[in-house]
């Protein structure tokens, strides 16, 4: 079995999505799948036409000269013409929940485009079962039996990551897109009251950044926010080994790939009780309600003080378990399997336009 994989998202500055292609692509090669991982080094993943250039005219001719029984469409998106069996990972639906925002034709292509094309892929991954329901929900029709939750897994340099006692006592590392479903502003609003504490947030940033820092600003604590962008792999596992607690307090995340990385460096996290986050946090992480100050400062305290260290590193080994990539690839394989041995009158009616 030949695999082709969408893989254009690693390029660059890689976010979750990119963790995701180029962890699996590497599991999937440890397994003994033969994987193909596609992309154009010189194509800006991140400029809109590049993307759509990529997805419905290169992608699919990349396809075809490699000679790959499917195709896996790994960042969500699908083309639109390509006689070959496909296999989707869909992380999120959040532009058709939480983008509204975003210009009207990404919300268009990512949105509703996208969702339309997953009624012709042979089966669909999704990250969480959260992510799962809501598939299905804005799909009407979608058959359930096609869908299948595959956790993203944690790359081995954060499972094995010497973690410092306590970290440095006073950081609380906030990782991802500051965009506003991201939810900068919760962990804002607490630090008045977390005496000594600073916040270290680590990702591209929007507009929405600057409303978080005037609020910052506004409270008194502007000096103790620093917004650093995108930085280094090795400078993002220092920050996961010394800071005192990983904060995630997003209103919408497909999967959370902040919580389940902190949960296998052993480091507190504490998360909003919203969407798949309390799904991967289980019993290992601190679930406040989304909008409470009082219990971000509350739980933020306890990390801070290294009341939640003891717990966080006895549950680390259950965390890497979970995320391990051997898994997922695992689960992966059989997805890919099921599909290129299914009869070819079914792969037919699922890919027919």
């Keep these: 079995m030949k695999v082709a994989i969408d893989a254009q998202l690693a390029v660059g500055t890689a976010t979750g999505i990119g963790e995701f292609v180029s ?25 809109f036409d590049r993307r759509v250039f990529w997805d419905q005219v290169l992608l699919p001719q990349r396809t075809r000269a490699s000679g790959a029984q499917l195709l896996h469409c790994a ?17 999120d639906v959040a532009w058709l929940r939480v983008q509204a925002h975003a210009r009207p034709y990404a919300r268009y292509y990512f949105g509703k485009f996208s969702v339309e094309r997953y009624r012709h892929a042979s089966a669909i ?3 969480s079962a959260f992510s799962r329901s809501e598939l ?11 869908v299948s939750v595959v956790y993203p897994g944690v790359a081995a340099d954060f499972c094995t990551l010497e973690r410092v006692p306590h970290g440095d006592g006073r950081t609380i590392l906030v990782i991802g897109t500051v965009e506003r479903r991201k939810n900068l502003e919760a962990i804002v609003e607490a630090l008045p009251f977390l005496e000594g504490a600073r916040v270290v947030s680590v990702g591209p940033f929007t507009p929405y950044q600057d409303e978080c820092l005037e609020r910052a600003e506004s409270l008194g604590v502007r000096d103790r926010i620093e917004c650093r962008g995108y930085v280094e792999r090795a400078d993002v596992l220092k920050l996961y080994a010394t800071c005192a607690a990983v904060a995630v307090p997003s209103r919408y995340e497909g999967f959370g790939y902040a919580a389940a990385q902190a949960l296998c460096v052993g480091t507190p996290v504490v998360v909003a009780d919203q969407a798949s986050l309390p799904e991967v946090a289980g019993n290992d992480g601190c679930i406040v309600p989304v909008d409470s100050t ?6 933020l305290r306890e990390a801070l003080d290294g009341k939640a260290d003891a717990a966080a590193l006895a549950s680390r ?27 070819a009158w079914e792969r037919e009616s699922v890919a027919s336009p």
């Excluded at 299905?136 to 359930?144: A, I, N, Q, S, Y």
């Excluded at 690839?329 to 599909?339: G, K, L, Q, R, W």
């Design 294 to 299: 009082e219990a971000w400062v509350g739980a």
């Design 75 to 91: 960042s969500g998106t699908m083309p639109l013409n390509l006689a070959l069996p496909m296999v989707v990972t869909v992380h």
């Design 125 to 127: 991954a999704v990250d």
């Design 23 to 47: 962890g699996l692509v590497e599991a999937l090669r440890a397994r003994g799948v033969d994987v193909d991982a596609l992309c154009e080094p010189k194509l800006n993943p991140w400029r």
């Design 136 to 146: 299905l929900e804005l799909v009407p029709g979608l058959d359930p039996a096609r």
């Design 317 to 343: 080994a259950r965390s890497i378990e979970r995320f391990a990539w051997a898994k997922s690839a695992a689960d992966m394989s059989a997805i890919y399997e099921s599909v290129v041995l299914a009869p």
